[in-house]
């Protein structure tokens, strides 16, 4: 079974986290929420979520794929952290998938891991990085690679069904995409 890494910062975009979380668990997926300390997280709209463990506790285990949620200062407080940085280098040196959503692209940006690539954020987000070789688009959600962005809390659905797809197939996805209504 595929295991996903969500960390949560300080005010990170409480819909983005728990549509990533909620709809991969439906899919039958490990997913780990990791708080950048031991606090539970006060999110952007005050929502406060309890993560399952620290980031410390978590480093040298091993993921499938590391999902950052967006929102701010939440998205800031995860490119300040250079453990965010440690994994994302080395989910992508280990070919493994990094995914981001609405302001926390500029993090994979910061990292590196979107030079050469084509990605997709919060509007104006990306632009901001100073990065010149992210190719932006204005998709809903844009896989390139194993790399895998979208524009923000609205697109969370989206995003976090194309995730299903990557890690447990197309008809995992549809099968958690019908009995959601949509």
Known sequence: MARTLVPLAQGCEELEAVTV?????RA???VVS???????????RGVVLQPDTTLDEVMAESFDMIVLPGGLPGAD???QDPRIHTLLQAMNRNGKYTAAICAAPKVLASAGLLDGRKATGYPGV???TGRTGV??????????????????PG?????ALELIEVLAGHAKRQQVEQ????
Do not use: C, W, Y
Request: proline share 2%; net charge negative; no cysteine.
């Open 155 to 159: 697109t969370a659905m989206d995003f």
């Open 179 to 182: 009995a959601l209504v949509r």
């Open 34 to 44: 990791a708080g950048l300390d031991a606090q539970p997280v006060k999110a952007s």
């Open 77 to 79: 407080h995860l490119n």
């Open 135 to 152: 190719e932006i688009s204005s998709g809903a959600v844009v896989r390139d690679g194993t790399v895998i962005t979208s524009r923000g």
């Open 21 to 25: 979380i909620d709809l991969l668990r």
């Open 126 to 128: 990306l632009e901001k």
């Open 28 to 30: 039958g997926l490990e």
